[in-house]
């Protein structure tokens, strides 16, 4: 079955740095992979979408990338701040509208 | 803006209780979900709905039921509270798949965290 794999250890950098993170998966080529920010105590909120044959896609100062060969997407925060510090969520889309969710990794942008 | 609003925000139960977790939506989505989530093991799905008073058992589903009277309102019912049903209780809501500009986003409730003591 498909499992989607995200670094559990906690990923800390300088602020200004760029933060890169990455989710795998296994399997087949999911139709789109979607990217969620989680805060402490809070419910995780949609960020960004990409589909199986985009390359690349940008928002502001978070990019996300899908390589289907290397079965991975990567998501970056330029310019990092420590309002960035978070969990971060890959999912993608299984049957019937259901995500599966990734287990997440933690930001955390030190000054 | 899409709003889900969970009925609770911290819950604390006993043993055996009958436990209700409320969940409403203002965006008119078809589809409701229930997860859980716990340290280390992430966002499990428990149950999903796509419809009133249509369910889908979801990864973990034993120990709960639902309830979908209204489009707007998904219920999550621990029948008998245990202690390991401790956790955060998150709900979300997203449009039907195949839905051109939502590709299934999911927009959550701020969560529950239910304590059974």
């Known amino acids: 079955s498909q499992k989607i794999e995200q670094n559990s250890e906690a990923l800390n950098i300088q602020e200004g740095k760029t933060a890169t993170l990455t989710c795998n998966y296994t399997?087949?080529?999911?139709?789109?992979l979607q990217w969620y920010r989680q805060d402490p105590g809070r419910g995780p909120v949609f960020l960004l979408l990409?589909?199986?044959?985009?390359k690349e896609k940008r928002k502001e100062r978070l990019k996300v990338t899908f390589d289907t060969t290397l079965k991975q997407s990567l998501f970056h925060i330029t310019a990092s701040q420590p309002a960035d510090s978070a969990t971060y969520l890959c999912?993608?889309?299984?049957?019937?509208?259901?995500?599966?969710f990734g287990t997440g990794t933690r930001l955390q942008v030190t000054l | 803006d899409v709003k889900v609003t969970q009925s609770s925000r911290y819950l604390v139960k006993r043993t055996g209780e009958k436990v209700f977790l409320e969940c409403v939506q203002d965006?008119?989505?078809?589809?409701m979900f229930w997860y859980r989530q716990d340290p280390g093991l992430g966002l499990r799905l428990i149950y999903f709905?796509?419809?009133?008073?249509?369910?889908e058992k979801g990864d973990i589903p034993e120990g709960y039921s639902v309830s979908r009277e209204k489009k707007e309102r998904f219920s999550l019912i621990l029948e008998s509270a245990s202690t390991n049903q401790t956790s955060m209780y998150l709900c979300?809501?997203?449009?039907?798949?195949?839905?051109?500009?939502?590709?299934?986003?999911?927009?959550f409730g701020a969560g529950t965290r239910l304590s059974v003591l």
């Open positions: 979300a809501s997203s449009f039907l798949s195949g839905h051109l500009i939502a590709k299934n986003i999911q927009y």
């Open positions: 399997n087949y080529s999911p139709a789109y």
């Open positions: 990409i589909r199986e044959n985009e």
């Open positions: 999912a993608y889309t299984g049957t019937a509208s259901k995500l599966t």
């Open positions: 965006m008119d989505h078809e589809n």
């Open positions: 709905s796509y419809d009133v008073k249509m369910k």
